[in-house]
């Protein structure tokens, strides 16, 4: 069992990344799926797809294609904020740019999984899960 399954996801990438996969699987929650939707939208990551897991009906699985990092020549850094132990929670006015706009946070609000941007734009605040520039 995983206590941590957002940093696992964003382990995983991070991993991939570094040996120069260009595939990389991980388990399905609707969480981790929004998280890979918005690293699409912001091109962190080429496509992703929900899959069932071989042998199992219930179990599904978010296959996730990276970059290949000889063309871009360029590694992102994935860095988990918010964790089980300590959550962090920011409201919408204290949402600042990541890296000076060169990265994005993703939070958990009430409007769903946004980046900082949407989130300062739909004026709410919420738990600051990760970092990703």
């Known amino acids: 069992?995983?206590?941590?399954?957002?940093?696992?996801?964003?382990?995983?990438?991070?991993?991939?990344?570094?040996?120069?996969?260009?595939?990389?699987?991980?388990?399905?929650?609707?969480?981790?799926?929004?998280?890979?939707?918005?690293?699409?939208?912001?091109?962190?990551?080429t496509d992703y797809e929900v899959v069932a897991v071989e042998g199992?009906?219930?179990?599904?699985?978010?296959?996730?294609s990276l970059p290949d990092v000889r063309e871009t020549r360029y590694i992102p850094t994935l860095k988990r904020i918010s964790s089980p132990g300590q959550r962090i929670y920011v409201g919408a006015s204290d949402i600042k740019k990541s890296r000076n706009g060169l990265g994005i946070y993703i939070l958990s609000t009430p409007k769903g999984i946004v980046t900082g941007y949407e989130a300062h734009a739909l004026k709410v605040g919420g738990e600051l899960l990760c970092e990703i520039y």
């Open 1 to 45: 069992m995983v206590t941590d399954p957002i940093a696992d996801l964003l382990t995983r990438i991070r991993n991939a990344y570094m040996a120069r996969l260009r595939v990389v699987s991980a388990p399905h929650s609707r969480l981790k799926e929004n998280i890979v939707k918005i690293l699409k939208k912001n091109k962190f990551i």
């Open 56 to 64: 199992s009906t219930a179990k599904k699985e978010i296959k996730i």
